[in-house]
């Protein structure tokens, strides 16, 4: 049973570009949750996610940001416009369901220039 | 705010001692504990986790300790080796009622264990 797949590992964007940070959560796991963390700093909690379903986004900057979790296909992060502050590693978790540990990608550590 | 804090950011121990990190949290509410280890450039690692109707709970050379009463939620390592060298984060889960809410994990800013030899 693979474990949560974020990919890519490491993005670079110019100021202004739009990245999309895609993760796979374990088999048989229907809970998603995405994190931020800077350096040296725990992890922020930016949204929580079910199949097609936002659950919880209390975390997530109002504007250019957006995330989804299709009935198919992988759970995506979506930042557009990016600058120079959204450089940061971001996590993703999953769970088998509400209310137990979750597991945790390796993560995708963005890079604006 | 966050309603997770940990008392120290570093934490150093000679190997062989046992480490014990602590961790604060302030929302009574919470019923669910779980504590992660991360080393540089990984993504957290569940290590043991809690529930509110519990104290203890033991697993491979850990130990979590909860004292609802103060709010406190402890980890402790026996033995410590170098690889237990990472930050050790405590999280919480609070059940909000129904129609969710925040029900993802709450991270305090982390406590990094140094192993000296």
């Known amino acids: 049973n693979a474990g949560v797949m974020q990919n890519p590992r490491h993005l670079v964007r110019r100021r202004g570009q739009e990245a999309r940070l895609r993760c796979s959560p374990m088999?048989?796991?229907?809970?998603v949750y995405w994190y931020r963390q800077l350096p040296e700093e725990g992890l922020k909690f930016m949204v929580y996610?079910?199949?097609?379903?936002?659950?919880?986004e209390s975390g997530m900057p109002k504007e250019r940001f957006s995330a989804e979790f299709p009935k198919e296909g992988p759970s995506i992060l979506r930042i557009q416009q990016v600058v120079r502050g959204d450089s940061a590693a971001y996590f993703c978790?999953?769970?088998?369901?509400?209310?137990?540990?979750?597991?945790f990608g390796q993560g995708t550590r963005l890079t604006v220039v | 705010g966050e309603s997770v804090g940990l008392h120290l950011p570093t934490l150093s121990v000679q190997e062989g001692d046992n480490s014990i990190i602590n961790c604060a949290y302030s929302?009574?509410?919470?019923?669910?504990f779980i504590w992660y280890k991360q080393e540089s450039g990984k993504g957290p690692q569940f290590i043991i986790d809690?529930?509110?109707?519990?104290d203890k709970r033991q697993g491979q050379r850990v130990t979590v300790l909860l004292n609802k009463t103060v709010k406190h939620l402890s980890l402790q390592i026996a033995a410590t080796q170098p690889g237990d060298s990472a930050v050790y984060f405590c999280?919480?889960?609070?059940?909000?009622?129904?129609?969710?809410?925040?029900?993802?994990?709450?991270f305090g800013k982390g406590t990094h264990l140094i192993i000296q030899p």
């Open positions: 978790a999953s769970s088998p369901h509400l209310r137990s540990g979750a597991f």
């Open positions: 088999k048989g796991h229907s809970h």
């Open positions: 996610l079910q199949k097609e379903n936002i659950i919880d």
């Open positions: 929302n009574s509410a919470s019923d669910y």
């Open positions: 809690i529930r509110s109707n519990m």
């Open positions: 999280a919480e889960i609070t059940a909000t009622g129904a129609g969710g809410g925040a029900d993802g994990l709450t």
